[in-house]
């Protein structure tokens, strides 16, 4: 029969608030890919450095002379094996190498004609420091047209494009969080309109603007609370869709990424709706608390 | 209890609808201000209520000058009145008990302390069994009553109404000046704003009337 539920109750729901709901939603949806997509950033850029850190490749780019690449190849390798804190040393066959050029010029006739480069994939015994110039030095010296490539630059580009990816995504979270507030702040401001009289009459019964303010902000709370998880919740959904993509084998975007999120990794959308509900709950109060010294 | 002296009081730029009124309301005293509509009532029990403050004059309430009160504590104040509005001013969303209920709420009183009150008042102004009902259901009649419980619950220690019993018959007009009288009885002082000569004579009660925003003193109380 009563008011169960404290000074919330006191607030009727507003008839018009459907628009503010979807806005909400759509914000929390958006805010959870990009959220999404700094986590996904972040674990390919770990996966990719992890893969890179320990290896080292060698190109013997084709000299004028064909019988010159084999020889130049061998004589790389033999550089290689013997270099102490090298674990393993081995060229690409042909096909290898042709299969890796593939998502990029194709695999017809042609291809195979093209004078590709050779390459050797070298493991490095891991904790195992190696003198990179010196070992140029020796591969120059017996294979001239040898280039020795540690990953390094490639690393320094992906964890530049990971870092890139997450702080893009850390600045979209922030506009959508200005904008999450500014609309709850226009919502309220709506709202104590909506409800000049009921404020002026409880203010008149004796209620501080602690308990109007706390009806408000409850209210907003609760209502932003439950759009923002829907919207997070549809963010999940795509994120296991393109999961499930991914499991099915369909690239979703070449060469980018699968865009799935793992299982353990979905609880993190948890976080948009949570801090949604937090500005919100902030916002209207401060916007009450400032209109209500403005009037009384 | 309450005191004004040389009050007056005009919106904006407009005439005075108050001018030099002076009075004193003694703790436990029961009062009726009468006037013609737009003598000045509703403005002077606004005046009480802190909802609006005097162009000139004093007005002091319980014992405290009102112009040098600061505005942080006058919620305490408005807690001791109970105030019964002419337009009732219920809130529709609420049900008769939630409306009656809320000024013990923003007294801070819990639920269970008082379920028990509420029924029993809601009971004695005839609408024990309306109290799930929402004001818009309700006639002109049943929701003054609901306001006038909401103005009493809280057994303030002072009673202003506007007309209080200008939707209801005479016999639940009785009721509620009975309902007044008791808790003027129990040391609530009491001033009730009307113009039913039959509610004033029936009383013997202190009368002032306003008469083109001035005071006039009728009648003291009787004994």
């Known amino acids: 029969m009563s008011l169960r539920g ?16 979807v806005v909400i939603a759509v914000m929390a949806f958006l805010a959870a890919l990009a959220l999404g997509a700094s986590l996904i950033a972040e674990r390919t850029a770990v996966g990719w450095r992890a893969g890179l850190s320990d290896r080292l490749t060698v190109q013997i780019v084709p000299p004028a002379q064909s019988a010159g690449l084999d020889r130049e190849t061998e004589a790389a390798l033999v550089v290689l094996r013997a270099t102490p804190g090298i674990a393993h040393a081995a060229a690409l066959s042909q096909d290898q190498t042709l299969s890796l050029v593939q998502p990029w010029i194709g695999s017809d006739a042609l291809v195979a004609e093209l004078p590709l480069p050779r390459l050797i994939d070298a493991t490095i015994t891991p ?3 190696i003198d990179l110039l010196a070992l140029t030095h020796e591969l120059k010296r017996v294979a001239p047209d040898s280039l020795l490539d540690d ?4 690393i320094s580009r992906l964890k530049g494009l990971a870092e890139a990816i997450t702080w893009s995504a850390y600045g979209i979270l922030l506009l ?44 907003y709370f609760a209502s932003t609370l439950g759009a923002a998880f829907v919207g997070a919740a549809l963010a999940a959904l795509f994120f296991l869709g393109a999961g499930g993509l991914e499991f099915a084998g ?9 865009l799935g999120l793992k299982l353990a990794e979905i609880p993190w959308l948890l976080a948009v709706p949570a801090v949604s509900g937090i500005i919100a709950l902030a916002t209207a109060r401060l916007s009450v608390m400032a209109a209500l010294r403005q009037i009384y | 209890m309450v005191r004004f002296e040389n009050v007056g009081m005009r919106y904006g730029a407009g005439p005075e609808v108050l001018r030099d009124v002076t009075f004193v309301l003694e703790a436990g005293s029961f009062t009726f201000l009468t006037g013609h509509s737009g003598a000045g009532k509703t403005t002077l029990l606004k005046l009480i209520d802190m909802m609006e403050p005097p162009s000139r004059g004093l007005v002091t309430l319980f014992g ?7 505005r942080a504590e006058f919620p305490a104040l408005r807690r001791r009145i109970g105030v019964v509005f002419q337009d009732f001013r219920l809130l529709d969303h609420l049900s008769a008990f939630d409306n009656v209920a809320l000024p013990l709420r923003l007294a801070g009183r819990r639920e269970n302390e008082y379920v028990q009150d509420v029924e029993e008042l809601l009971s004695w102004v005839g609408l ?4 799930r009902a929402k004001p818009a259901t309700l006639s002109g009649g049943e ?3 609901i306001a006038i419980a909401r103005a009493v619950v809280a057994r303030p220690d002072l009673l202003i109404a506007d007309e209080p019993t200008g939707n209801v018959d005479a016999e639940i007009g009785q009721r509620l000046i009975r309902l007044f009288a008791e808790l003027n009885r129990l040391g609530t002082t009491v001033l009730i704003a009307t113009h039913d000569r039959a509610l004033i004579e029936g009383m013997r009660a202190r009368e002032m009337r306003l008469v083109d925003g001035r005071l006039v003193e009728l009648r003291t109380q009787r004994p």
Do not use: C
Request: charged content about 20%.
């Open chain 2, 64 to 70: 405290r000058d009102l112009s040098v009160t600061k």
């Open chain 2, 128 to 131: 024990g069994d309306r109290m």
């Open chain 2, 143 to 145: 929701q003054q009553r």
């Open chain 1, 250 to 258: 369909i690239e979703a975007v070449p060469f980018l990424p699968p």
């Open chain 1, 127 to 129: 904790g195992a420091q």
């Open chain 1, 151 to 154: 990953h390094a630059r490639w």
């Open chain 1, 6 to 21: 404290g000074a919330n109750s006191i607030l009727p729901r507003e008839k018009g608030a459907a628009p503010l709901d």
């Open chain 1, 176 to 219: 959508i969080a200005i904008a999450t507030a500014s609309a709850v702040a226009f919502a309220t401001r709506a709202g104590l309109e909506a409800h000049h009289e009921m404020v002026e009459l409880l203010h008149q019964m004796g209620a501080q603007s602690n308990f109007i303010a706390r009806a408000f902000e409850r209210h």
